[in-house]
Nanobody, 130 residues
Framework: QVQLVESGGGLVQAGGSLRLSCAASVRTFSMFAAGWFRQAPGKEREFVAAISRSGGNTYYTDSVKGRFTISRDNAKNTVYLQMNSLKPEDTAVYYC???????????????????????WGQGTQVTVSS
């Protein structure tokens, strides 16, 4: 069973930065596309950012473009989300997700839908004060 553990959440003021980490207990992390989702109280879990197996392709929801950066280090089995210029509306529980893929055709794939991901972390709280 694949385990994902997020860390790095916390309380910051608007305009501040946080770096989230997601550690994966897998043998070969490069077999997985990965992504970050977030869920605020009373709202659906929404897509934030995704990264392909090798890290060559990334994709972001419009509201975080230019502020957030997703990256990965397959040697460390870790995916990151660098969040800059944080806004109060970024407040949510942030979840890391992994999608196991195979084959050459999947090397550039980025997944944006919740149902496409096989594994999820427990979430880490990010609170941005105004």
């Amino acid at each position: 069973q694949v385990q994902l553990v997020e860390s790095g959440g916390g309380l910051v003021q608007a305009g501040g930065s946080l770096r989230l980490s997601c550690a994966a207990s897998v043998r070969t992390f490069s077999m997985f596309a990965a992504g970050w989702f977030r869920q605020a109280p009373g709202k659906e879990r929404e897509f934030v950012a995704a990264i392909s197996r090798s890290g060559g392709n990334t994709y972001y929801t419009d509201s975080v473009k230019g502020r957030f950066t997703i990256s990965r280090d397959n040697a460390k089995n870790t995916v990151y989300l660098q969040m800059n210029s944080l806004k109060p509306e970024d407040t949510a529980v942030y979840y890391c997700a992994a999608d196991r893929l195979e084959g050459t055709m999947s090397l550039t794939v980025v997944s944006t839908r919740r149902e496409l991901y096989d594994y999820w972390g427990q979430g880490t709280q990010v609170t941005v004060s105004s």
